[in-house]
């Protein structure tokens, strides 16, 4: 595999979106400070601090697991929530080198060090797009929930409020597709996310989906935020369950592993991913099934108790929104399944099939898929 040009540009993209969503949730956070808006301000503040503290976690954990750097150092800028830079740092370092500076050569022992190089670049890369994939459902998707929560329940906006749902759900858009290329990247069984017409349907399932379900946690948050609390603890504990069922080995050690497994359970909130590497035709229609039939109780909900809104928004047209996007999302689910979802000869999807025995595992391979 080959780190390229193109790759190398992804990850310069990824560390801009990355604090220009962090710049944005500070801006709006002191915004809120400034109006005495003490609850929204401390909200944001430690949605950005509990998403930081889950990324320098793991990101040390497999600092420590791979143990080829100084650890007293990387523990330091781990301390000061530099983790993520640090491993962009490397990242940079390394796609560099690959994209710009290897050549091709006749001789074995330059082409054995080119490997090497795009290997290691390319590793940066997906766990990059690891720690990124949790900021988005730990940070950026929690974040879009909040400010949208509070567009719709407060009389007063500001510029700031709309810049961060902006750059929030350009993020969400980012890390999700920057992850599967990230994934089939970096293992050489998969089949790359290369035709283009791939990537905009995936990238419209998720959007739509996720879009549909975002509103209408926000909606019954306005009917009922002790509601949508036990809602969305019943939908964690439900992705804790399976997710201990799948008994996964993502970490070396038992504590990094309940971590692993409880914010799993998080992700598993919002959207679906393969957890184990195993054939998700089942868990996937059970998943959406229930996703649909909760969004449906949730617009009658709206629609039975519409006077609890106070006109404060056009509830037909956010009603609308919430079932054409989920509609449109199950559609391009249909279609990235059936014509895209890249499969082996093997009788097992190649994304949901176990992994073959190779020398060396990469970290990504143990992730959740898709």
Not at 25 to 38: G, P, Q, S, T
Not at 81 to 86: K, N
Not at 102 to 121: G, R
């Amino acid at each position: 595999m080959r780190f390229t040009k193109q790759n190398f540009a992804t990850v310069v993209l990824g560390i801009v979106t990355y604090i220009a969503d962090i710049g944005a949730d500070i801006w709006v956070a002191r915004n809120y400070f400034y109006k005495e808006l003490y609850l929204w301000c401390s909200l944001t503040l430690t949605i950005v601090l509990l998403s930081s503290f889950v990324i320098q976690f793991f990101s040390y954990t497999w600092f420590k697991e791979d143990n080829d750097v100084k650890l007293n150092r990387i523990c330091l800028l781990h301390f000061f929530h530099g983790g993520i830079f640090t491993r962009y740092w490397f990242a940079l370092k390394y796609g560099y080198q690959a994209a710009f500076k290897q050549i091709s050569s006749e001789n074995q022992l330059i082409d054995d060090l080119s490997s090497i190089v795009h290997k290691t670049a390319i590793d940066a890369m997906a766990d990059i797009s690891m720690l990124r994939l949790f900021k988005t459902f730990l940070e950026s998707t929690p974040q879009l929930i909040l400010q949208v929560y509070i567009l719709m329940t407060s009389n007063n906006s500001a510029i700031s409020q709309y810049i961060s749902i902006a750059v929030s759900f350009i993020s969400v858009i980012c890390s999700t597709v920057d992850y599967q290329i990230a994934l089939r990247k970096s293992l050489p069984n998969k089949a790359k996310f290369m035709k283009i017409s791939s990537k905009i349907t995936y990238l419209l399932y998720k959007l739509f989906t996720l879009t549909s379900w975002i509103l209408s946690i926000v909606l019954i948050m306005v009917l009922s935020s002790k509601i949508a609390f036990i809602l969305l603890v019943l939908f964690w504990f439900g992705g804790i369950c399976w997710t201990l069922k799948q008994h996964t080995e993502f970490c070396k050690s038992t504590t990094a592993e309940f971590v692993y497994r409880t914010m799993v359970g998080i992700i598993l909130i919002f959207t679906f991913f393969n957890i184990k590497g195993e054939n998700t035709k089942v868990p996937l229609s059970v998943y959406y099934g229930i996703r649909v039939l909760t969004t449906s109780a949730i617009l009658c909900a709206c629609i039975f108790w519409k006077s609890q809104f106070n006109g404060k928004i056009n509830l037909l047209f956010v009603i609308t929104t919430v079932a054409l996007t989920l509609v449109s999302g199950i559609c391009f689910l249909l279609v990235y399944y059936r014509f895209f979802h890249p499969r082996n000869q093997c009788t097992q999807d190649v994304v949901d099939g176990p992994e073959p025995e190779r020398e060396e595992v990469c970290r990504i391979s143990r992730f959740i898929m898709q």
